[in-house]
């Protein structure tokens, strides 16, 4: 009989040292609640707690990650769109976080649904559409000032998807389609544009050569041809001259090159 009895005595003693251990991880923090009054904190590494009446809390501390459902909003100008996000956010005060709001994580992911509502119902689809950087800004700072008394720091809000309704989004698609078929023939005309202006450069630059070298040979055919009537008139000249001595029947001396210049034509 007293072996049973200290048998169950060592079980009890044994499981009273096992709750009174509490091991807490490097990332977390959390409270010691003494029939139901906070008694003390949780630091990382070995804790003690009086087993069956302390009770721990331990909350993580680390940046964690919750997504926002997705739901449907209407914006200013009674467009219906669908959006959902992701927000990152660290416990920044223990008690609090534990204290002033029973589970701040749900706490969080409605205070996001209902501020995304209002900042989407005050903007047209247009801008809720493309200003998803304002919407991003707008949202972290309400949850940041309204998630302060919680002990909790909001660090970033991105959202993840807005979803127009399908006549809307089928209108866009047509719309980016025909934007690219515009651009596409707006290169292709620019392509021909440009290959004109390049061949009409092409043949005024060849016909520029062409009339240059024109010009250049009725240059040397006149050149050749004013020497030629210029030597044939000096010709006649001295011929003339030659001609006339003669018939006078005075001696007359020729120049030597007057006689040059009466060669050099017959040889031509």
């Not at 991003?136 to 970033?156: H, I, M, P, Y």
């Not at 050569?209 to 009725?218: L, P, R, T």
């Amino acid at each position: 009989m007293s072996f049973w009895l200290n048998l169950l005595l060592g079980i009890f003693l044994l499981v009273l040292i096992i709750k009174s251990v509490i091991i807490v991880n490097q990332f977390e923090l959390g409270l010691i609640f003494r029939l139901g009054k906070v008694k003390g904190r949780l630091n990382p590494g070995v804790n003690f707690i009086i087993p069956f009446i302390d009770v721990p809390i331990k909350v993580d501390v680390r940046t964690k990650v919750i997504d926002v459902p997705p739901q449907e909003m209407i914006t200013r100008d009674n467009a219906g769109v669908r959006i959902d996000a992701v927000i990152y956010y660290r416990v920044m005060d223990v008690n609090r976080a534990i204290l002033e709001v029973q589970n701040f994580q749900y706490a969080i992911i409605n205070l996001a649904q209902t501020s995304l509502r209002a900042i989407i119902g005050s903007l047209e689809l247009d801008d809720a559409l493309n200003k998803r950087e304002y919407i991003n800004s707008q949202l972290l700072e309400t949850l940041d000032r309204d998630t302060d008394a919680w002990g909790v720091k909001v660090e970033k809000v991105e959202l993840r998807e807005i979803e127009p309704p399908t006549d809307i989004k089928n209108a866009m698609t047509q719309q980016m389609k025909a934007e690219r078929l515009k651009r596409a023939a707006i290169l292709e005309a620019e392509g021909e544009k440009q290959s004109k202006i390049l061949k009409a450069q092409g043949t005024a630059e060849s016909m520029k050569i062409e009339a240059e070298g024109q010009a250049k040979a009725i240059q040397i055919v006149a050149e050749s041809a004013q020497n030629y009537f210029k030597n044939e008139a000096q010709l006649y000249k001295a011929l003339d001259v030659t001609s006339n001595t003669l018939k006078d029947n005075t001696k007359f001396v020729i120049s030597e090159n007057l006689m040059d210049v009466a060669k050099k034509f017959i040889k031509q």
